[in-house]
T-cell receptor, first 117, second 114 residues
Framework: GAGVSQTPSNKVTEKGKYVELRCDPI?????LYWYRQSLGQGPEFLIY????????DSGLPNDRFFAVRPEGSVSTLKIQRTERGDSAVYLCASSLDRAGQGTDTQYFGPGTRLTVL | EDQVTQSPEALRLQEGESSSLNCSYT??????LFWYRQDPGKGPEFLFT???AGEEKEKERLKATLTKKESFLHITAPKPEDSATYLC???????????????FGKGTKLSVIP
């Protein structure tokens, strides 16, 4: 079946601009995660959704970052007043999230490469 | 704070030369340890999940093992197509807000030379 998809694959913007990154999870997956990966580093957690609600946003670096998942499927990561330090690959992952029944594999999308000039 | 350290940072092997990648971790109770493969410009691709010390899993030329402090990814007779960055991640048993976030290491970049 279809995997996690992310759009756009690449985004170039200027410092101070607003950007939106989109994630389409695997059908039926209730959990959705956003991670950020800088060059030479592993992915770092940003935010976790269970259904429509942001259950854990402890990884968001500051209040310029915000994410929504209004219908419990597609999610959008929004970054206001972008800075050069926001340049990274933004990865989305989804899982079945069978709470209380053990770990659930997170399946990743291809990522959006954000470049802030 | 959960931590994952992978070594070596980079590994260059001749085709057919077996070796192992190491993942050392500290976590406040392990829910699971995950191995992913990442090709340049792509997202991480799931390989294995290990849940408890002593567990082993295999897939083609790869075998993952787990102890209480570390995990190894053994690569037997590698081929050039095994070249990639291999990421290790842990998921804690007790996470805030019920989140099952993964904490990743920096990865090991494997190059297999024909």
């Amino acid at each position: 079946g279809a995997g996690v998809s992310q759009t756009p694959s690449n985004k170039v913007t200027e410092k101070g601009k607003y950007v939106e990154l989109r994630c389409d999870p695997i059908s039926g997956h209730t959990a959705l995660y956003w991670y950020r990966q800088s060059l030479g580093q592993g992915p770092e957690f940003l935010i976790y959704f269970q259904g429509t609600g942001a259950a854990d946003d402890s990884g968001l670096p500051n209040d310029r970052f915000f994410a929504v998942r209004p219908e419990g499927s597609v999610s959008t990561l929004k970054i206001q007043r972008t800075e050069r330090g926001d340049s990274a690959v933004y990865l989305c992952a989804s899982s079945l999230d069978r709470a209380g029944q053990g770990t659930d594999t997170q399946y990743f999308g291809p990522g959006t490469r954000l470049t802030v000039l | 704070e959960d931590q994952v350290t992978q070594s070596p940072e980079a590994l260059r092997l001749q085709e057919g030369e077996s070796s192992s990648l190491n993942c050392s971790y500290t976590v406040s109770g392990l829910r699971g340890l995950f191995w992913y493969r990442q090709d340049p410009g792509k997202g991480p691709e799931f390989l294995f999940t290990l849940y408890s010390a002593g567990e082993e899993k295999e897939k083609e030329r790869l075998k993952a093992t787990l102890t209480k402090k570390e995990s190894f990814l053994h690569i037997t007779a590698p081929k050039p197509e095994d070249s990639a960055t291999y990421l290790c991640a842990v998921q804690a048993l007790f996470s805030g807000a019920g989140s099952y976030q993964l904490t990743f290491g920096k990865g090991t970049k494997l190059s297999v030379i024909p």
